[in-house]
């Protein structure tokens, strides 16, 4: 079986958190604690003049299992499900390596996974 991933098109996340929110609410973590996918800050940085950069990156963690129990009953992962910028798809590694291919700004993120 082919292995599954995220891949994340930073340049369109508005830093909603809902990925956090809603991967929080599947799984049943408790508030507070860690989930399965975090949003970072990176920047800001200076781009030009007065022009100011900032990037947001959701990154799933360790704990991340790309919602087996959905993507079992052919569902989308709950972070992928519920982001509405669609700044993540879910697939295989080969088909999200291809589309990485065309357009920069993304990244591909495969989750460890029990085999």
């Known amino acids: 079986m082919s292995k599954q ?18 991967c929080k609410m599947e799984h049943g973590f408790p508030e507070g ?31 991340c299992d ?4 959905r993507t079992a009953k052919g ?3 709950a972070c992928v499900h519920s982001c509405y910028t669609g700044c993540m798809k879910y697939g295989t590694v080969e ?10 700004r993304q990244v591909l993120i495969v989750p460890l996974q029990e085999d």
């Open 5 to 22: 991933a995220l891949l994340i098109d930073y340049e369109f996340c508005s830093n909603c958190h809902t990925c956090e929110v809603e």
């Open 33 to 63: 604690t860690a989930n399965g996918i975090k949003v970072f800050e990176v920047g800001p940085w200076q781009i030009e003049g007065d022009r100011w950069q900032l990037t947001y990156m959701p990154v799933p963690t360790d704990m």
């Open 66 to 69: 790309l919602c087996a129990d």
């Open 75 to 77: 569902k989308l992962p």
């Open 95 to 104: 088909e999200l390596s291809a589309e990485l291919e065309r357009k920069s």
